[in-house]
């Protein structure tokens, strides 16, 4: 079970944090806090700058393979897999919390399975999680232990295959960018509804699991004071004769179900909060320019921020953003500080 502290009981900030100071992670918070006000509005703004400082420590820790290492001994089987762990199986999960311990801890108990990547994460993050297997275990991962998958490469459905075959779990992130090749005419997405609003999810995993037969599995880990746990939702298998438009429904909500719970629990330990706008299914903006007399008393609704030499201003409640002039940029930043760090 899960506590359900719900993240308004965290305490605002009462300064001005140095990240605020820098451009970029300034954008970064832009639009982590224009998310959080969409998907979760019931959470004070007061509060959006205390809990991106707890995603960025959090990120700042899953960085690190060593304290990675050190917390699995925190970390207890997940509940459905404590008679044994099924094979093959798909691990759906996201990135919460400590979210490498999910294949720290296969790596730990000795289950042979292979992580779901994009090309441009596999290039940035495999050695990362070679070091992490030796480091967990004392020995170099083979591939029959671990191997890593290019989720966009056209022969990655026959590899997910063979790990199947070889009796592996399949790790994927359902909130990464691991669309997978699908067979022409099937939509790579599907709209969902999260947290109340739509977005678009890719459905390759759910694809492949229903092609297949493997059982999808739907987790995601989390910090809980000084130890790490898990938040599991039911496994999901085709029922006989299911089609697979209704399967991958079914697979999607109940595997984006864990992650709506876990969010309203833990919302900062999702990292999510930083891209999840590029997913979301938005209204167009009722206007195609900035409105006139825009006042600092409006950051509630519109927050600045810079792009090397070029200064925006982004409207919340659309997603749009405007070329500002560095004057009202300046002025609005200022009003921003005070607004969301004291």
Known sequence: MMNNRPI??????????????????WRSF???????????????????AASFEETQLLRAENADSLLAARRLGEMPAPLSWRGGVPFPAIVATFHTGPYPLVCGWLMQHRIPFALLLSADVLQRQELRYRQLYRQITGVAPDEKSFVCIDASDPRSLFRMRTVFNQGMVLVAYLDGNTGVP????????????????PMAA???????AHLTGVPVYPL??????????????AKVEAAKGEVREAYVKR?????????????????PQWEGW????????????????????????????????QIREHYFVLHTPTFATYRIP??????????ADIFFCI
């Not at 308004?8 to 992670?25: F, N, V, Y």
């Not at 832009?30 to 703004?45: E, Q």
């Not at 995601?220 to 939702?233: D, F, K, P, Q, S």
Request: proline share 8%; hydrophobic share 45%; glycine share 6%.
């Open 8 to 25: 308004t009981k965290a305490e605002p900030l009462q300064r001005i944090p140095e990240w605020a100071a820098d451009s970029l992670a």
């Open 30 to 48: 832009a639009f982590y806090s224009a998310n959080m006000r969409y998907l979760m509005p019931n959470v004070p703004v007061a509060f959006h």
């Open 182 to 197: 699908l067979p022409r005419g099937t939509a790579p997405r599907l709209v969902l509804d999260f947290m109340g609003r």
């Open 202 to 208: 890719k459905v390759g995993v759910a694809f492949i």
């Open 220 to 233: 995601a880990c989390y910090r809980a004071g000084n130890g790490v746990r898990w938040l599991e939702g």
């Open 251 to 267: 697979c999607m909500a109940t595997s984006y179900g864990v992650l709506e719970a876990l969010l309203l629990a833990r919302a």
């Open 274 to 305: 930083l891209y999840v706008h590029h997913d979301l299914l938005l209204d167009p903006p009722s206007q195609t320019k900035l409105p006139t007399g825009l006042q600092p008393e409006a950051i509630n609704e519109f927050m600045p921020f």
């Open 326 to 335: 560095r004057r009202l940029h300046d002025e609005l930043k200022r009003h």
